[in-house]
């Protein structure tokens, strides 16, 4: 017969998910308060927040809705009090936010390439930033905390028209081995998600039609994974023991090369 321990392995965690709106940051929410952590869920849509939190509770979880933009670090800074005034501090964040955008370098489109730096450089960096202080708190009080960030197989793999999309993920990847250095003697654990082909909605954000073709080839000739399987992973690393750190997850669809 499971203990409540084994049924909810992460009962009295106080979660952070960015991009909670859709895809790996919903499907992470939900998965996490069913292992019994408390989840503030953050992402500007605050319509999809409302729903979300509406099916934890129905689930018997808890969970917090708090509509902000991550590219505004102010508001990052406020949900961060927000978090630590109605939960406590977060031992888990799960940073996630993020957009795709590919499309030939030639063609110029600075306003994508800055789209997509805002949100997975600047926005990464504006999560840390406010809920680290709680992170080493936590870590200090209960012996460890995690800090999982959402990178992606393009961080080390080269596609083309993937350019700028790509080197925001390697800099999400290098970040999260280098924060190792920083945090790790701290007892926060860090670690890099690199995510291949999952059905999520950044593929249609996609607008450039070369992009689209091979996205489209590539979903339609085999099984890609679905966002509840990278979600096992997140809530896999926070239930690790205090001394284990899987500082880097690669997580492939089987036939994808």
């Given at each position: 017969m499971s203990s409540d321990t084994t049924a909810k392995p992460l009962e009295g965690r106080i979660a952070v998910v960015t991009g909670a709106s859709?895809?790996?940051?919903?499907?992470a929410a939900e998965l996490l308060a069913a292992r019994g952590a408390k989840v503030a869920v953050l992402a500007r849509r605050a319509d999809r927040l409302d729903d979300l939190v509406?099916?934890?509770?129905?689930?018997?979880?808890?969970?917090?809705?708090?509509?902000?933009?991550?590219?505004?670090?102010?508001?990052?800074?406020?949900?961060?009090?927000?978090?630590?005034?109605?939960?406590?501090p977060a031992d888990l964040l799960f940073n996630n936010a993020g957009v795709m955008l590919p499309a030939p370098v030639t063609e110029r489109?600075?306003?994508?390439?800055?789209?997509?730096?805002?949100?997975?450089?600047?926005?990464?960096?504006?999560?840390?930033g406010a809920f680290t202080p709680?992170?080493?708190?936590?870590a200090k009080d209960r012996g460890v905390a995690d800090l999982v960030n959402t990178s992606?197989?393009?961080?080390?793999?080269?596609?083309?028209?993937?350019?700028?999309?790509?080197?925001?993920?390697a800099y999400a990847t290098h970040l999260s081995d280098n924060l190792r250095a920083d945090l790790g003697s701290q007892g926060v654990r860090v670690s890099a998600i690199e995510p291949g082909?999952?059905?999520?909605?950044?593929?249609?954000?996609?607008?450039?039609?070369?992009?689209?073709?091979?996205?489209?080839?590539?979903?339609?000739?085999?099984e890609v994974l679905e966002p509840s399987d990278v979600a096992e992973a997140v809530a896999f690393l926070a239930a690790q023991?205090?001394?284990?750190?899987?500082?880097?997850?690669?997580?492939?669809?089987t036939a994808q090369v």
């Open positions: 859709s895809g790996l940051g919903e499907a509406a099916r934890v509770a129905k689930d018997g979880g808890t969970a917090l809705a708090l509509p902000v933009d991550v590219t505004d670090a102010a508001a990052v800074e406020a949900a961060a009090e927000r978090v630590a005034a109605e939960f406590g489109r600075a306003e994508q390439w800055q789209r997509m730096i805002d949100l997975n450089v600047t926005g990464l960096m504006n999560a840390i709680q992170l080493v708190a936590s992606s197989i393009g961080a080390t793999g080269v596609f083309p028209s993937f350019a700028v999309y790509c080197a925001t993920k082909l999952v059905s999520t909605e950044l593929k249609s954000h996609v607008t450039d039609p070369g992009a689209n073709e091979w996205l489209d080839g590539a979903f339609n000739s085999i023991p205090p001394r284990v750190n899987l500082s880097r997850v690669t997580i492939m669809p």
